[in-house]
């Protein structure tokens, strides 16, 4: 399996970006995906996530501002991130995991098993 992502760049704050992650050879049925971000020095943290049954999970610094959707095939995923501050400045990773997981397991590395080489996303003051 290869995850591929894109779409990362440099906003100001306040600006938008979109991610698009895509997935190739997945064959199996209950493949979830999600996205996670690591800042120099922290560790890496969920931002949303996806199930096979197309149920959602967002950090709580995502709700209200980040979306997560499937994309154009099944094992496709985009993140619209809107309103973006300093903060939010990260490696932006896609990764894919096997199984039902709950909401919140979608939020943990552990669960994952496949991760792409990242996006970086830059957000000045």
């Known amino acids: 399996v290869e995850l591929v992502e894109s779409g990362g760049g440099s906003v100001q704050a306040g600006g938008s970006l979109n991610l698009t992650c895509v997935s190739s050879g997945v064959t199996a049925n209950n493949y979830f995906m999600g996205w996670f971000r690591q800042a120099p020095g922290k560790e890496r943290e969920g931002v949303a996530g996806r199930t096979n049954e197309a149920k959602w999970s967002y950090a709580d610094f995502a709700k209200g501002r980040f979306t997560i959707s499937q994309g154009n095939t099944k094992n496709s995923l985009h993140l619209q991130m809107l309103n973006l501050q300093p903060d939010d400045s990260a490696m932006y990773y896609c990764?894919?995991?096997?199984?039902?997981?709950?909401?919140?397991?979608?939020?943990?590395?552990?669960?994952?098993?496949?991760w792409g080489q990242g996006t970086q996303v830059t957000v000045s003051s």
């Open positions: 990764a894919g995991g096997y199984g039902w997981p709950s909401l919140s397991a979608l939020l943990l590395a552990r669960h994952y098993v496949n």
